[in-house]
């Protein structure tokens, strides 16, 4: 019996074997589709594979929606940096009255005119009435920097100033005549004006800027006048500030506070998409587990160096350069305010720009003479190497700048767009200095750890051995002249190590 029942089942092993390796033979031999070939023969990843790649994709998704977000996370670090030195309220407006130095971390800020900056909640407020000074070049954006309306020469005010009116989101109310009515797509909104300073003796006076600047005034459209608050204009200049964007897993966590304040359709359709693809939901948990946290932390510090990278590497296309013989670059490449290229929007330009950057608006890219603004700016010499803050640079700009208000040059570091702190405080000169001309009426600007000898203090922007900088020329009041090309200047060409 023993032997007969070893036998059966002898025979049984044998017969399953047979119909397995037939089976196997028939799987071989079935038609597969090329993606089922390309997919593992049609069957399930190993765990460990399918678990690796789906790690792998959040943190991909994590990429690119940093990538997508930078412009809002740009904003809220300016509002939570100001709010947090100047207070908050529809009625404070800090202003920079003796100019904004490099104790203000701020991307790539203008010292050259005196800045008013505000943060203004519809959601607290309902509409606002903001009565804009004359003469004031400025925007209003909502959160994701889209610019709601230009002010000023090329806003609707034409300079004359006046009142605008600033709707929420879902504001469905009746709107009186005699304003200039926006409605924002964000409840909150950024308010951003620049004043003009005057000529003074031999250098700039920014007290007519800043007495124009503290004509704004901001109350609720609704209010009777003896509940509107009174304008409250703290001076930031000379303050330490840091106004940057979280640099850790706080930058997740402030993207969810926004996502929640905020109405649903307020976020654009392709940056929601993003922020669902990592767990972000208007009205659902945000609960990562401690391996998605490591992931996220990881994509907060690669997808800026990503960034940084693009930028250093420069476009395939290069149309990102003004000029077929120079170095001088378009921070918006040449695109529309919105980042549009060929009507399609270009994320990765747009993130370049917010990294180091704020604020774009129709003016900056606009060919208006006398009105708009340009801002060429360049991070290589003449010789296509990188500035580095240990050498000595020379800057000929050709006589008489297309520039109807002024212009301005300024260096910056070029990771953040951050002011290079220096004894200097200030590194940048303008048109509203007495600097030496050359006899043609040309003048020479230089760069460098230390001033070379014979050169004038107003002539030279002091730089940092061991960093890198870039250098921006502002042309406020754009002429004619730097959208022809008839005036061009001249690269920064280095004249020592």
């Not at 001076?235 to 106004?243: C, F, I, N, P, W």
């Not at 897993?249 to 929640?260: G, H, Q, R």
Request: with cysteine; net charge neutral.
């Amino acid at each position: 019996m023993k032997k007969n029942g070893f036998r059966i089942r002898l025979l049984a092993s044998t017969v399953l074997i047979s119909c397995l390796a037939s089976t196997a033979a028939m799987a071989a031999d079935a038609p597969m589709s090329p993606l089922m070939k390309q997919l593992n023969s049609g069957n399930w990843l190993s765990q460990q594979e399918a678990h690796s790649l789906s790690d792998e994709l959040y943190y991909q998704d994590a990429i690119q929606t940093y990538i997508a977000t930078l412009p809002l996370m740009n904003t809220i670090g300016l509002r939570d940096g100001s709010e947090a030195a100047f207070g908050s309220g529809y009625n404070v407006l800090p202003i920079w009255k003796q100019r904004m130095d490099s104790r203000a971390v701020v991307p790539t800020p203008n010292g050259d005119v005196i800045y008013s900056m505000s943060y203004l909640d519809l959601k607290k407020t309902g509409p606002l009435v903001v009565k804009a000074p004359a003469n004031v070049i400025g925007m209003f954006t909502d959160f994701f920097q889209q610019t709601i309306t230009d002010v000023g020469a090329i806003g609707p005010d034409r300079a004359r100033g006046g009142l605008y009116l600033l709707l929420p989101p879902d504001y469905e109310g009746p709107i009186p005549q005699g304003y200039y009515a926006f409605k924002s797509s964000t409840n909150n909104v950024f308010l951003f004006f620049r004043t003009i300073m005057a000529k003074g003796d031999g250098k700039p006076d920014p007290a007519p800027a800043v007495k124009n600047a503290e004509t704004t005034r901001i109350y609720p459209l609704w209010d009777v006048e003896k509940d509107v608050k009174p304008m409250k204009f703290p001076d930031a200049s000379g303050k330490r500030v840091t106004m940057m964007y979280p640099v850790d897993n706080d930058y997740w966590m402030k993207l969810k506070e926004f996502v929640e304040y905020e109405p649903l359709t307020a976020i654009p359709a392709e940056t929601r998409s993003a922020l669902l693809s990592i767990g972000i939901v208007k009205g659902k948990p945000f609960n990562p587990t401690e391996a998605q946290q490591a992931l996220l932390k990881k994509a907060v510090e690669t997808a800026p160096r990503m960034i940084l990278a693009r930028r250093q590497m420069g476009r395939d296309d290069q149309r990102q350069l003004y000029y077929k013989d120079r170095q001088w670059e378009n921070s918006w490449a040449g695109a529309t305010a919105e980042w549009m290229q060929f009507g399609t929007l270009d994320k990765n330009q747009r993130a370049a720009f917010f990294q180091i950057a704020y604020s774009s608006a129709s003016a900056m890219v606009m060919h208006t003479t006398g009105a708009g603004s340009k801002y060429p700016y360049t991070s290589h010499d003449k010789d296509g190497k990188f500035l580095e803050g240990g050498n000595s640079y020379k800057l000929h700009l050709p006589a008489n700048p297309p520039a109807d208000l002024f212009w301005a040059v300024t260096a910056y570091n070029i990771t953040d767009g951050t002011m290079p702190e220096t004894d200097q405080l200030l590194p940048s000169t303008n048109g509203y200095y007495d600097i030496p001309k050359n006899k043609d009426g040309s003048i020479d600007l230089w760069f460098g750890p230390s001033k070379p000898d014979g050169v004038a203090d107003n002539a030279f922007i002091k730089t940092i051995a061991g960093r890198n900088f870039l250098v921006a020329l502002r042309l406020y009041g754009t002429g004619d002249g730097f959208y022809d090309q008839t005036w061009i200047p001249d690269d920064l060409v280095q004249v020592s190590k």
